[in-house]
């Protein structure tokens, strides 16, 4: 426990990069550390050793011979019961003075040496990773491995293809989108500015998932620039579905009607504006 203690204290004192003397204590350490397992592991064998001379003795002087099993578990012959008995007696109970087996005694010193090596491994050098660090990378990998999916999904996606996504938050990206790049002309909430207004039923360009993707990302000849070096079809995608949310909000201060209705009614020629996106 000494040890462990020193080799914690120093590994929390020094979060710098190690200097020759700490890596010689560092090196001290170990050896001790080594040094503490070979007495383990000897103390161990000795104790084993002991034991099997004890019951060997016990064998000869009992005039009775040991089977295999009887050596690994340590129980005694049957006919040595009435030896064996302790002189406590709970209730009718009567108890026999068997050996511990010589498997447990080896399977105990192997947990000890385990522990040994295991602590300072994982906790002082840092040899190994712990659980939760090893949950991180396996965390960081797969992020990784999601964005090369959704980059790999962004790209296969076009206008004849794209769908309404309700995820909530593949709409927020989709807001954010609209936000910092359509809101200056469509208005924070798609009532129309340069712009014509997105929530009502009158469309320039068609209102299907479709039509606005193509019109997002070609644009149009008379004002809408394209916007497919600006933002991938991930991203064009996501804008396409918060506009959608938007449709029939009836926001105040909304633009007057242009296009077409969606059910394919005209706007009158004297109301209509034919500028950028609808």
């Known amino acids: ?61 009992l005039g009775e011979k040991y089977t295999i099993w009887e050596r690994l578990v340590g129980f005694q012959p049957k006919s040595h019961e009435q030896k064996l008995l302790l002189d406590e007696d709970f209730d009718g109970i009567k108890e026999l003075d068997n050996a511990i087996p010589a498997w447990f005694n080896w399977f105990f010193g192997l947990t000890v040496v385990f ?61 954010e989108l609209y936000k910092a790049n359509c809101m200056v002309c469509h208005g924070e909430k798609g009532e129309g500015k340069i712009g014509p207004n997105l929530t009502d039923e009158y469309w320039l360009y068609g209102s299907s998932a479709n039509e606005v993707f193509k019109t997002i990302k070609y644009g149009t000849n008379k004002g809408m620039q394209a916007w497919q070096k600006q ?27 242009q296009g077409k209705k969606e059910s394919g009614e005209n706007v009158p020629k004297n109301e209509e504006k034919a500028v950028s996106m609808k």
């Open 1 to 61: 426990m000494l040890l462990i203690g020193m080799s914690t204290s120093l590994s929390a004192q020094n979060t710098t990069p190690k200097t020759g003397e700490e890596e010689m204590i560092q090196w001290i350490l170990l050896g001790l550390l080594g040094l503490s397992v070979a007495i383990v592991i000897l103390l161990i064998v000795v104790a084993v050793q002991l034991i099997s001379i004890l019951q060997k003795e016990t064998s000869k002087s």
């Open 115 to 175: 522990a040994l090596l295991y602590f300072p491994a994982y906790h002082i050098w840092n040899i190994a990773d712990v659980q939760e660090t090893e949950y991180d990378k396996e965390v960081k990998v797969a992020e990784i491995k999601k964005e090369e999916y959704l980059k790999k999904i962004a790209n296969s996606i076009d206008e004849k293809n794209v769908k309404i996504v309700k995820d909530a938050k593949e709409l927020q990206k989709g807001q």
């Open 231 to 257: 933002l991938n079809p991930l991203q064009i995608q996501q804008v396409v579905s918060f506009i959608h949310t938007m449709k029939g909000t009836n926001p105040p201060g909304a633009k007057e009607p």
